[in-house]
């Protein structure tokens, strides 16, 4: 017996806490029925786990940089990660940063959150995987926010991150490292992770390129995540080339078919030859209703992404005003989603029952743990999420994400109603520019959690559909860069590059 079987006590509480209202009679008749049961988890555990392969590379761990050699405070940690004998060489010579979410064997992993410390992956992510067999070299950990809870850069248990082109403000979140390596030139290529805008806002506000791919194209296996539903993993990079250089090599089904994410085929277009396509000819729908957000639009940002428009249209596209109603109900139904999605992830391991995605044990028994004995320190915008996450399934018993799922199909349908007859969607990323550096919060805890969020008007709701969407920076923007927004069919996100561009390039 290698099992602990649970004593009546145990058996009298799971019953009060779950609801069953066993009677004493009762409980001793399942009692035994209950230890009989356990047996068979007595064999299982006997069972060896099936093991991952492991790619063969040379592992090095450095150590976090000095204050003085990381101003921005973008750096996790440094690390020397390279293929033994690489499959291809797309990205020989390239270094290549990834956000501190990502899995790779020996190489510590925290999602910058104090809870994870003392966590050490023993495999790969798949990204990480096709990252080395195409010949890259990985050689930083880079920062976000605490599981990746704001859209700032602000909450790292590593300390806020500096904007790379005014350090009086803040990169954007959750992927503020990414953005800071890809800036700073610390990296040639980076990798975040992008829940609600996480790739694009930080390429927004720190002048750099990011992708969310469409839902699916890249495996996500291996990557802490917040709900299958709104997961993505995508490139940030200086070009357009080099993100379409990076997703050449990433897309694709998982070789193990083991990322519930992934439909049951996936088929990865040329993404480096779309980039010869330029703008003529591109039909694009300009969304009335991602402008001029009450509160948090600027002037500045909507003028420039005008522009942006206008000069795509000068390059040959066809450029028109559409409007999308729903669009603004694209983050009430996303905060339904990732809060409650996010919570029930986070308490369950990282891992949720019922899907046949991979499972990391080893993984799911650690932030159990650590959520049982290190919860208070969640970052206190996290801690926001999860009080209302708990009470929302409490109280309404999980219907109100029942209802934001169906009602993301319906926010999917107007969109697609759109690019049935245009070949992009173009926005703002964000409705403003970069934060200034916020209070501490121990100076001032509402602004600290209030303006965790307050930027993902445009880019939540597309997590919500799975369309690609890129952030590129407007041309002709002087000091704090402005991102403009473009987004296409589905698994099409050879068009959105197309674009993209063109748009940087002609």
């Known amino acids: 017996m290698t099992i602990r ?38 064999v299982l555990d006997q069972i ?31 690390c020397s990660v390279k293929a033994v004998n690489a499959g291809g060489s797309a990205l020989a010579g390239k270094s290549i940063g990834l956000k501190d979410t990502i899995s790779i064997a020996g190489i510590p992993m925290t999602c910058a959150s104090r809870l994870l410390w003392d966590y050490t992956p023993d495999g790969d992510a798949t990204v ?41 403000h803040h990169p954007g979140g959750s992927s503020s490292g990414s953005a800071i390596g890809i800036s700073e030139g610390l990296v040639d290529l980076a990798l975040g992770g992008d829940q609600g805008g996480s790739v694009r806002i930080p ?23 917040f709900d299958l539903s709104i997961d993505h993993i ?3 990079t200086k070009t357009v080339a080099d993100t379409a250089l990076m997703l050449s090599v990433l897309a694709g089904e998982d070789d193990t078919c083991i990322d519930p994410r992934q439909p049951s085929t996936v088929e990865p277009q040329d993404y480096m030859a779309a980039l010869e396509g330029g703008a003529k000819g591109l039909r694009v729908a300009v969304v009335e209703e991602s402008f001029g957000h009450e509160g948090v639009s600027t002037r500045e940002v909507d003028s420039a992404v005008r522009e942006a428009a206008d000069r795509l249209k000068s390059l040959g596209a066809e450029v028109e005003s559409v409007s999308i109603p729903y669009h603004r109900r694209g983050v009430p139904i996303w905060n339904a989603v990732a809060i409650e999605g996010a919570t029930n992830n986070l308490y369950n391991g990282g891992h949720v029952y019922q899907t046949k995605g991979l499972y990391n044990p080893r993984f799911m028994t650690h932030l159990a743990r650590a959520v049982q004995t290190n919860g208070g320190d969640f970052s206190p915008t996290a801690k926001m999420g ?18 934001a799922q169906n009602m993301a199909r319906v926010l999917t349908s107007e969109y697609d109603k759109v690019l049935a007859t245009h070949d992009l969607m173009l926005m703002p990323t964000t409705p403003q520019q970069a934060h200034a550096l916020l209070p501490s919060v121990e100076e001032d805890r509402m602004t600290y959690v209030a303006n965790a969020l307050n930027m993902v008007h445009n880019t939540a709701p597309i ?22 927004m473009l987004t296409g069919r589905w698994m099409d996100d050879a068009t959105v590059l197309r674009a993209a561009n063109a748009y940087m390039t002609e």
Not at 10 to 37: F, M, P, Q
Not at 50 to 78: C, F, K, M, S, T
């Open 5 to 42: 079987r649970p004593s009546r006590e145990n058996l009298k509480d799971i019953s009060e806490r779950h609801h069953l209202h066993l009677t004493e009679a009762e409980l001793e008749t399942y009692y035994d029925v209950v230890c009989g049961v356990m047996d068979s988890y007595d």
């Open 48 to 78: 060896p786990d099936p093991v991952r392969p492991l790619y063969d590379a040379h592992r090095q761990v450095g150590a976090r940089p000095e204050p003085e050699d990381d101003p921005l405070n973008g750096i996790v940690r440094l």
């Open 128 to 168: 990480v995987m096709r990252l080395l067999d195409a010949g890259g070299h990985i050689t930083h950990i880079l920062s976000t926010d605490d599981f990746g809870f704001a859209g700032t850069g602000h909450t790292s248990g590593y300390g806020p991150a500096k904007n790379p082109i005014n350090p009086n």
């Open 203 to 225: 390429a927004a506000w720190s002048g750099i390129v990011g992708l969310k791919p469409s839902h699916g194209l890249i495996p996500y296996t291996g990557i802490v995540g």
């Open 234 to 236: 995508g490139p940030m």
């Open 386 to 403: 999860i009080l209302v996450g708990h009470y929302m399934r409490e109280q309404y018993q999980g219907a109100f994400y029942a209802r």
């Open 463 to 484: 997590n919500l559909t799975g369309h690609p969407s890129i952030s590129v920076p407007c041309r002709g923007v002087s000091g704090l860069p402005v991102g403009l």
